[in-house]
């Protein structure tokens, strides 16, 4: 390696002066994507021309420029600060976050190892003791942070899978713990049943409980699915609930289901990927009432909290419990037993090399107080109740059911002409095109309804009339074609 | 959410004054590290005392300044930039990666789906085809990228479990398959054990290979594995060597367990977290030498490509294989059939938001060229061959094996009044103690050995030589003292 290449490529001089400029380039893109000058939200390119604009080989000499390449990046990008960016639960990230999560890429204390990553190994204890008060746990409770709601879900999962066989399925196999079953809400995330898949149990194991028209759990129905289980010779261990569902931001009846598992010796998951932080408001933490009975529950920061992905915590009301997910020594690594390592995260966590996670979410913790992040989550579910009213008051318009969360289901009514779901995804299709605004579309019983998930603060109800403004425009546009 | 905060905390000019300083700050940091005053490497904080620095509480209202703030955790962190770093593999990332990393942080465009990021798909595509072509794969190969090796392994085995069996294990449960059998080198990474053990097999069907001398697979005593393990009735459907392994950078002879797994009928997983980056070398590629026979092979970035943690490539011989990790259909996030939808990565990849982990390597690639990689990795490579040698040479060290890679295990001499394994960790903690350098130890049959991996880029062989200083200072403190 010469000498002179590599005193380029670490100079802090060139780092400084490349870092300063971008640094004006995001505060540009800030700027034009939330300002009354915003550009397009996304770029309406297929994956074919994406690929097609992206085609220069990696060659073994340079050949880009720095700052022109990363125009182009976020020129090619979707614009979540932008207003009219009412799609996937993805946070737009609070500049101070991402300025954080800057200093720990350049630092790369990749934990999980307290050897590997001091600090951020504190401020994830912070991070899982905050939340675990929010969430209403006693002293005993605990958990990691890791990387997304997929591999959260999967962790806590694995956890029930150990403490609640008799059998060590760990060193045994899953099959030693009998059939291994696990009961879900039919609204589930597809990451609940791609874990038991992945878990060895079978996802013909997964026993799908049935919803009312409300998205919610039908709880009356948790018995009669458990017989039917057991009858079957299935061995039934946890039933995953929503708070909220991904489709419709539906909560479960925790409190009921809870009551359920009590009373079965079954342990309680619940999915609170998105709808965890309701725990901040005072007047939507009813939504959770019960939560703080459940075995485990997953909460991804990178969703409601305004920070960049990925952070998702894995709480425990038994604290201990979070130790099972992985039953194994790794001796090499650590010098203790497990459970005498607490600030060894590995021992919890699928990751060993671990992101500096917390520092994302810590920092803006600290310098806006969690009362920022409470009044912004009151504000986004106050929004979608406002959104829901404007829908509910048009004729044209037809809302699938009364939004709890910050994520509203509507469709424009048909004339009776053409197909409803048809015509749904043909609207969907002509909105990202316009690239004016960007929302998503999702399946409710064999229906296709549009979806908004309300996540940009910036947002107003100001931006929602237009959106439903230029539903009614394409929308004409699709029935005149026909 | 009063208006007023809200536009406080997205201002882009607040934005912009903010990430100017924690640049400077940052560029400061580069210089502080790398420079002849360099600071210490890391601070000798036990994980309690580090808990109390850091045991302000979350308040409501904001309680920090940020500059303040981010100046305690640079302070409190590792410093990877400094040659003195010579411990764990995770790499002192390229400015310029973290740069690109910021970018990604900001966008927050979080695939794996094409429309929640559309540029990140692309890059992973490009860096994926690059990857199969330095590996020597054929047109079949393909890939994808995901959260770290641990995750990576249990991807890969994931497909490996249901293309090898005849039953479909993913539906069906892990028992479907019969008694499923992993044989693994006894000195693979502990990740690959928890992958069978998160898989439902059973740790207890993770059948160790003898190693020899030098930490390969003992390749003749493969058969009488497979045969011993049969008998006892387990299915082995995979084999899982190292290029390299994690302890002493030793690389199995994978053309050798090549011709076996095709003579058998089994899957040829290689573990490459840290040793696939070889490849980029004519010098060293040899090492890997029949790797394009390996069914499925791990790789991470975040090790020797110098960019922050976390990207790992997942690449398959038969790229098709790569939609069986996780066999299922996820209607509602997808239209069309899993393979039909390549740029849909949720597919296959265990998460479904997914950081923008493509940009911080495609742009280091596009800005310094792979060539500069290449050259990286000899340098590393050859300076631990030359710190072997001087280990070699010194009557008070001891060599614990020939290095292959950038990783050198070695031992102060006892003059044989002290245990000697004893004796290292007292060295160890001593030089930890000192701030002055870090590495690690690790346990080779039974003894311990102090542990270097030459991963930062500014280490000079001069550097090494003042490490060995320290222990002998070190050493006779011990020895005095005992």
Known sequence: MNDNELKKAFDPEAFRADAHAVVDMLADYLERSAGADRRRVLPAFS?????????????????????????????????????????????????????????????????????????????????????????????????????GGTLGNLTALLA??????????????????????????EQCHYSVRRAVGVMGLGTDNVIEVPTGPDFKIDTATLAGCLKTAEERGKRVFAVAANACSTATGTYDDLAAIADFCEAHGLWLHVDGAHGASAALSPRYRALLAGVHRADSIVWDAHKMLLVPALITAVIFRNGSDSYRSFAQQASYLFEKASEDEWYNYAHRTMECTKTMMGLKLY?????????????????????????????????????????????????????????????QKKIRTRVLDSEDFYLVQTDLGGDTYLRCTLINPLTTIEHLEELLELIRAVASEVVASA
Do not use: K
Not at 66 to 78: A, M, N, Q, Y
Not at 95 to 106: E, K, W, Y
């Open 160 to 185: 029930a899978r150990q403490v609640m066989t008799e059998a060590d399925v760990w060193s045994g196999g899953a099959a030693a713990g009998g059939e291994l079953a696990v009961m879900v809400s």
């Open 363 to 423: 920092v803006p913790l600290m310098v806006h107080g969690s009362g920022f992040f409470a009044r912004y989550v009151e504000t986004m579910y106050d929004l979608a109740h406002d959104f829901a009213a404007r829908i509910r008051s048009s004729a044209d318009f037809e809302l699938a059911v009364e939004p709890e969360a910050n994520i509203v289901c509507f469709r424009f009514a048909s004339s009776g002409a053409e197909d409803p779901s048809a015509l």
């Open 47 to 147: 994956p074919d021309e994406m690929a097609r604009r992206w085609d220069a080989p990696i060659s073994a000499e340079a050949s880009e420029e720095l700052l022109p390449l990363l125009t182009r990046v976020i020129e090619d990008s979707h614009h979540l600060h932008s207003p009219h960016y009412v799609g996937h639960q993805v946070s737009a990230p609070l500049p101070v976050s991402a300025v954080a999560d800057f200093v720990g890429s350049l630092l790369n204390n990749a934990s999980a190892v307290y050897d590997m990553g001091p600090v951020n190994v504190i401020h994830e204890r912070r991070i899982v003791e905050w939340m675990c008060g929010l969430l209403g746990y006693g002293p005993d409770a605990g958990g990691i942070l890791t990387s």
